[in-house]
């Protein structure tokens, strides 16, 4: 997913699959939701499920209303301090 419409109030998913994640713990990540200034718009905290296999699926997700801030947004998903993953998508 590259575009999202504000329109459509729809609620935006971010999935990860996480190589060599290691198997019988439970990971602390969070999510940051940023708009096109830079702002940390929404954050995601939350601990996984016991994790059973070493390639791991996880999701974060927000919910992009009519008043979000178009143009280029970006979410990044940390696990602790470290960062894991990032993307950038446009919401019209």
Known sequence: ??????????????????????????????????DPSGQVLH???????????PVW???CRYRIGSAAPVGSWKVRMFLGDRLLRDATFAVE
């Open 1 to 34: 997913l590259s575009i999202v419409s504000r329109q459509a109030n729809g609620e935006v998913f971010y999935r990860v699959t996480l190589s060599d994640a290691p198997v019988g713990q439970k990971l602390s990540l969070s999510c940051d939701w940023i």
């Open 57 to 59: 699926a996880t999701v």
């Open 43 to 53: 954050q995601n905290h939350y601990q996984t499920n016991e994790v059973t296999t």
